[in-house]
């Protein structure tokens, strides 16, 4: 029996303007693409393990943990499978089944999964709703009250930096100093955040971060990063009863591969480029005052910008969907004929996007090319 | 503040010949390494996703899964990040913190792990010990009909179908059978077979079966395979109550990046080699019989081999090291000047090594190298 053709190729994706967030902050350098085909192979960083992964000297993941750890202030940091695992292990270590924690509103469902694997249970934070969604320390302070009123005694507390609906910077050290005076350990999901925009955790008073390789750091996925203060360290990385030097949480090794390689060879590469966070924040406000010019469309969220993942309200398109022969696939047609992919196919009342890491003439050629198209069936 | 150098190449590893077990069975075809490429970017098999990794269509994940199911004969499929995670995620959807299961003595330490980290205490199988350190069907019977006098309930019981430290292939059949009559569920960890040697999980009698991409699949870590029977599918990939799609025990998603593009890529290769094993038995038959020439050395465990793995008692070589200058590490050294590698630094006493994949050619040249050092130094 034959095997299927699965398609393996992606030249769609990597050749042309890619706007989906998703895909933004994972493209790899050039010398992580070396490291790729370096370390193709199964188990290939694990040659010269004497036992655990992070202790690793060739290639040196010993000296890469002691840089990431100083690039995002922790005293102690894992690579994990992703944010989602990381979250996963936090709560698996902090919490027991039917325990609740708190958590914002607009958390990613990951969240709620790695709550709902562990038997968590969760009260959450609401956002201030159409158009901002914002989540801020005022209510997080709020819910986080009552539910001590209530007395509930709430185990963890969990932040989305920045969330994957509406890419609102969420005022992390106001709400890491809420949890605190609460007594309450909190994590940080940086998954939209670290590596794109500088992370100091310790000035955002966080107890956990955790970030995502293939989301914002560079990196080939599956990969993830689990940043912690030292007073966690022993229960978060307990060693095994039977393997002592083996760290239960961890099941012994995690990134047992090529995407560590790839999220090392990177760090230098992004190190650099969070410097320029700014010059991002800028070109995305840029595009969405262009955006703006289009009839009806409506950036929603926090405004201004903060962050590059931006979702739009476009009326417009939706109107011209009506009447076209293809429908709303017209919108996703007619972008890929300029040479631009990412917006979810068949999707036109509203679409979430990034320009992270284009450069203004490719923005103004993205702004342009919608603007275009209203034209062409507007006039 | 500038990165360390992290050392990320790999020359030693790639061009030489590398005898370690755990890098065998996980070496790229070209077309894997193409797809390598084809994938690199962060969350690059995400694209055409609807919010389940196993069913995008572009690249099929969907075939793919389809063909991989009917390669192991099981009735459901998942990526996971590894045998363990796979383990993890079986133990976790099946058994309470303070439940029993039962495994082998030979059980990799991530059986272990997988266990601890879900509070499960375990029942362990003995092995007939030196020189063979064979779980038979017997004592597996023995120790698990002990259990149930005992009025102990297990809920799992796990083979190991190939173990790390002997290479001894297990009668996963009878011991499924075994199982089965006591009413326990079994898995079969084929960290070290599944991509080596044909399974069909049906045949032996599992209800789950779990590899290893990295170790046995020509695929780049971390990738592992989790295949069940479908009256397990809706215990071990129960959706999520908050999101229906989602599946709790996968966290949502979980290969989601370059090394399940490997992992298909290479499915082909390994439909195709798994049916020359035979012939990989014979060579390492034939190694073994080259390398017993040497004076004292013993391979240990089952004989004659039914694995590649295989561990050799060398005291000679450990004779030699005590009066050389480089005392054990001469080995190591002696064997690279050969164009050996894999043998771990400073190991002398015994060691394990593998010559899958390897000409015939190759393999005697390598068991020449051993006798050649010896000559040099024993003359």
Chains 1, 2 share one sequence.
């Not at 990613?108 to 159409?130: D, F």
């Not at 309450?184 to 992370?199: D, E, F, Q, V």
């Not at 100091?200 to 990969?223: R, T």
């Not at 969070?274 to 005052?289: S, Y």
């Amino acid at each position: 029996m034959e095997c299927q053709d699965y398609g393996l190729t992606r030249n769609t994706e990597r050749d042309n303007l890619n706007l989906n967030p998703l895909q933004r902050g994972g493209m790899l350098p050039q010398e992580a693409k070396k490291a790729l085909l370096e370390y193709a192979d199964g188990y290939s960083v694990c040659d010269y393990c004497a036992g655990r992964l992070d202790q690793i000297p060739t290639p040196s993941i010993t000296g890469f943990l002691e840089d990431l750890a100083q690039f995002i202030n922790v005293d102690e940091v894992r690579t994990t499978h992703g944010a989602r695992e990381s979250k996963f292990a936090v709560m698996h270590a902090l919490c027991e089944p039917g325990d609740t924690i708190i958590v914002d509103g607009n958390a990613h469902y990951t969240t709620h999964l790695a709550a709902e694997r562990n038997g968590i249970k969760m009260i959450e934070v609401p956002n201030n709703e159409h158009p901002e969604y914002a989540i801020t320390p005022e209510s997080y302070k709020e819910t986080l009250e009552n539910a001590i009123d209530n007395k509930i005694d709430l185990k963890l507390a969990l932040l989305t930096h920045v969330d994957g609906n509406y890419g609102n910077l969420t005022d992390a050290k106001k709400i890491g100093e809420i949890a605190h005076k609460a007594g309450i350990p909190i994590i940080l999901n940086c998954a939209y955040s670290m590596g794109r925009l500088p992370i100091d955790a310790k000035e955002l008073n966080m107890d956990f971060v955790v970030g995502s390789g293939h989301k914002s750091l560079a990196a080939s996925g599956p990969i993830g990063v689990l940043g912690m203060k030292e007073e966690y360290v022993d229960t978060i990385l307990r060693h095994s009863k039977r393997h002592g030097v083996k760290e239960v949480e961890m099941l012994g090794c995690t990134s047992r591969g090529a995407p560590i390689a790839t999220l090392m060879a990177s760090l230098p590469h992004v190190k650099d480029r969070v410097k320029h966070w700014d010059e991002e924040v800028r070109k995305t406000i840029n595009f969405v005052r262009q955006m703006e010019e289009i009839e009806g469309v409506k950036q929603v969220g926090k405004r201004p910008k903060e962050h590059d993942l931006t979702r739009f309200e476009t009326p417009i398109f939706d109107k011209i969907a009506e009447n076209h022969t293809r429908r709303g696939f017209f919108l996703y047609e007619e972008l890929k004929k300029r040479n631009i992919v990412g917006i979810k196919r068949g999707q036109t009342k509203w679409f979430k996007c990034s320009v992270y890491g284009f450069s203004e003439e490719q923005v103004n050629y993205i702004a342009n090319s919608f603007k275009e198209i209203v034209d062409k069936y507007m006039e």
